[in-house]
């Protein structure tokens, strides 16, 4: 991870070296904290932030969740996100703003100062490979009936860090958790898709973060005439996929060549995965006038 100058904290731009907090912070011990993920990108007329409204919007509901109330509004917080871009001087890289709890202990967080920062660098690509190996995890993903699944909650991720470092140990690239009924339901950061005859399947809401990469995929699919089947989906099925990918901010649109020991589209990038990651690049980089509405410039 590159350091910038600059990170913002309630309301002021401070130097990257002074966002430190106390080791009592309430969120680092509970994981009471709700963040975002979202990727900006070098456009010819600068510097544009991808589906920052639908993140945003994310950032409320997942605040809503766990009753915090956020002390600014959208408006000012979408400002607050250009401005950073603009004075660490990036042209492309990664946002990640958090809201989190102050010192406090005991579970109960109420009277801890609620904070919100935003810190932003260059990231490339977050799985190292083009065409990634994927194990299904021992963990189990937590479930609808545990948490509130559309919320992006830091607690959540000790799951996903668990399936991460137990594919990595047993030699594979990324995690796939099962849900509690052993349907597949998602890698530890990303959503999937299978393709079959030109149809993609993906695992329906419920046990899965709804991605915002998910959802742009899921229309620039539709308006390239593919039709796309929301459903519950078992490993057992996996043999009469074509293809297979992972979308997520981070990793975008990704391949998947391996599921445990099935090769997928014989470990290729499938001719489906290919096209959609084409376009889906293009748009990001503003070269699609249909998809302006998404971006957001700096
Ligand atoms: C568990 C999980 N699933 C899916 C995703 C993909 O979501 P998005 O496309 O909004 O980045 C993420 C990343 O935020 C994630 O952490």
Not at 46 to 63: C, D, Q
Not at 120 to 132: D, P, T
Not at 140 to 165: C, D, P, T, V, W
Not at 170 to 189: H, S
Request: proline share 3%; glycine share 6%; net charge positive.
């Amino acid at each position: 991870m590159l350091k910038t100058k600059f990170i913002w904290l309630n309301e002021k731009f401070i130097p990257w070296e002074k966002a430190t907090l106390h080791l009592l912070t309430h969120s680092l011990h509970y994981g009471s904290a709700v963040f975002e993920g979202i990727r900006f990108y070098e456009t010819e007329k600068g510097p544009a932030v991808f589906r920052l409204v639908e993140h945003l919007n994310r950032l409320f509901l997942s605040a809503k969740t766990m009753e915090m109330k956020i002390p600014y509004s959208r408006n000012q917080l979408s400002k607050a996100i250009l401005e950073l871009i603009k004075k660490n001087n990036l042209k492309s890289g990664y946002l990640r703003p958090i809201i989190f709890y102050g010192q406090k202990m005991g579970l109960d967080p109420r009277g801890a100062d609620l904070n919100t920062a935003i810190a932003c660098w260059e990231w490339g690509r977050y799985l190292e490979k083009e065409i990634v190996k994927v194990k299904i995890s021992k963990f189990q993903r937590i479930s609808s009936m545990s948490s509130e699944m559309k919320a992006k909650i830091s607690g959540h991720y000790f799951n996903s860090i668990l399936a991460s470092l137990e594919a990595k140990k047993d030699g594979f690239d990324e995690a796939l958790l099962l849900d509690y009924q052993g349907n597949i339901a998602e890698g530890p950061g990303e959503n999937i898709f299978f393709v079959k005859k030109k149809i993609l399947y993906t695992p329906k809401h419920g046990t899965i973060l709804p991605g915002i990469t998910r959802d742009s995929v899921i229309k620039i699919a539709k308006n390239l005439g593919y039709k796309i089947i929301e459903k519950d989906i078992k490993p057992k099925e996996i043999k009469n996929f074509d293809e297979a990918f992972f979308t997520g901010t981070a990793v975008e649109i990704t391949a998947i060549g391996q599921i445990d020991k099935l090769k997928i589209s014989q470990g290729k990038e499938g001719e489906i995965t290919k096209k959609l990651k084409e376009k889906y690049h293009k748009i990001t980089e503003a070269e699609e006038k249909k998809y302006q509405k998404w971006l957001s410039y700096v």
